[in-house]
């Protein structure tokens, strides 16, 4: 078979697969469809929206999910065939406004946090609405799901929520410009967990759908005490950041308390490169903590990010020799990316200020500082930038960083860490 019918065979697999999964979808005849899009799915998402409106063109498509903004991929995924409305950012207050909407025969020009077609070369972006308060969320109820569908632990673990958006602005990174920080009170969470164990006593496991589980000391203090006292016996892990407040006498607690695992953002080993991405902690203590997790029987996931604004070879060898002095002490290597220019991050607000030219795809960093409203011409757009240039490193290439990269992966897999999730 040749690699253009190879190709069409697996394109032929691929549609009757979307057939087949849209026929499942609609066999429950749904008034709405929502998906949650990703950068893995976000093509069978497409293909599936697609079928399903060919076959019933009344459903109401929804996408949300993380490639949902605006400038990622939202506005694209809005001009798709198949898409209604999408939603970006936090859902819940824009989904169920989409659902009144539905309800009430209106248009989705009212909703908050959505992008929309208007004609065919147009979209209407609505500013979003965050929940204030996430203490008001209610506890998320899964009992009508087949969880093992939904897990990779045969359904023996569940999300939890410990904090929505980030009290760290690192500059690459856009979840500051996206939303407001803040966090759950340690007896909230426990009582979820409780709660959650009640109705599915299979469970082992809570795994922090957060930024950083431990961004408010006091209340991770107050849950792991009530977790001790309650003896319960549940294991918990998730992100976290590296910060002089683990110390190790709160390292021993959470232990105690059932972190099996945790996932730091190290990103780069030279205390320079940390500082220049707006990070606050200090390389030293990095090894104490990676230590201290150890001792005390906690899983460690590093990630890192090969190549910032300014990496020289003296900075990356430092990254290197980090992860060989303290490889014992670490499960397993997660992200370990080149350097991506991320739209509503700092580094693609200010390219200039952190020397780097990104100015292929200057007009999106020109436009409007509120945009909200409607864009007439529709852009095609790369999500992330890969390929900026490092103005006062010339070293750190697009070319070199790629190598940096594969150089870097050789030495994850010469140190033989296990999978990543811990
Ligand atoms: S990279 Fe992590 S620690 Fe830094 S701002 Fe983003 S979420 Fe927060």
Redo the contacts with the bound molecule.
């Keep these: 078979m040749t690699d253009a019918e190879l190709a069409n065979t697996g394109k032929e697999i691929c549609i009757k697969n979307m057939d087949m999964l849209s026929g499942r979808i609609l066999a429950s005849n749904p008034d709405i469809v929502g998906f949650s899009v990703w950068n893995s799915n976000h093509k069978a998402s497409l293909e599936t929206a697609a079928a399903i409106k060919k076959t019933k063109p009344g459903t109401v498509v929804v996408f949300g999910g993380q490639e949902c903004f605006p400038m990622i991929k939202g506005d694209d995924f809005a001009m798709a065939e198949g898409v209604d409305v999408v939603v970006y950012g936090e859902g819940e207050l824009p989904f169920l406004s989409v659902v009144r909407a539905v309800a009430n025969r209106l248009p989705f020009t009212g909703c908050p946090g959505v992008i929309l077609k208007k004609g065919d070369h147009g979209i209407i972006i609505n500013k979003n609405e965050c929940v204030k308060n996430i203490e008001e969320l209610p506890i998320p109820d899964f009992r009508k799901f087949d969880l093992p569908l939904y897990t990779d632990t045969d359904g023996k673990s569940l999300f939890i929520l410990s904090n929505r958006g980030?009290p760290?602005?690192?500059v690459y990174?856009n979840?500051?410009a996206n939303t407001r920080y803040r966090w759950r009170s340690g007896e909230a969470i426990f009582n979820e967990m409780k709660t959650q164990m009640q109705r599915h006593p299979e469970v082992e496991t809570f795994q922090f759908a957060s930024?950083?589980l431990n961004s408010n000391v006091k209340e991770l203090t107050v849950l792991c005490d009530l977790l001790i006292r309650a003896d319960i016996g549940i294991k918990w892990n998730g992100n976290a950041?590296l910060t002089s407040t683990m110390d190790d006498a709160l390292i021993e607690k959470m232990s105690l308390a059932g972190c099996n695992g945790l996932v730091f953002?190290l990103e780069s080993a030279s205390q320079r490169i940390v500082d220049l991405m707006g990070?606050s902690f200090d390389i030293k203590d990095c090894s104490r903590i990676l230590k201290a997790c150890h001792a005390n029987k906690i899983n460690i996931v590093l990630n890192f990010i090969i190549g910032f604004p300014g990496e020289t070879d003296t900075d990356f060898a430092q990254t290197c020799e980090f992860l060989k002095e303290n490889a014992a002490y670490i499960k397993s290597v997660g992200s370990r990316s080149v350097c991506y220019v991320t739209p509503y991050s700092q580094l693609f607000d200010e390219p200039g200020k952190y020397g780097i030219d990104i100015s292929p795809y200057k007009k999106f960093a020109e436009l409007p500082e509120n945009y909200y409203g409607v864009i007439e011409e529709y852009m095609t757009k790369s999500a992330c930038i890969r390929d900026w240039r490092d103005l006062g490193t010339p070293e750190n290439s697009y070319d070199k960083r790629n190598k940096k990269q594969k150089a870097f992966e050789e030495l994850v897999k010469s140190l033989r860490f296990g999978i990543i999730i811990p």
């Design positions: 980030c760290n602005s690192c990174c979840v500051s930024t950083a950041l953002g990070k």
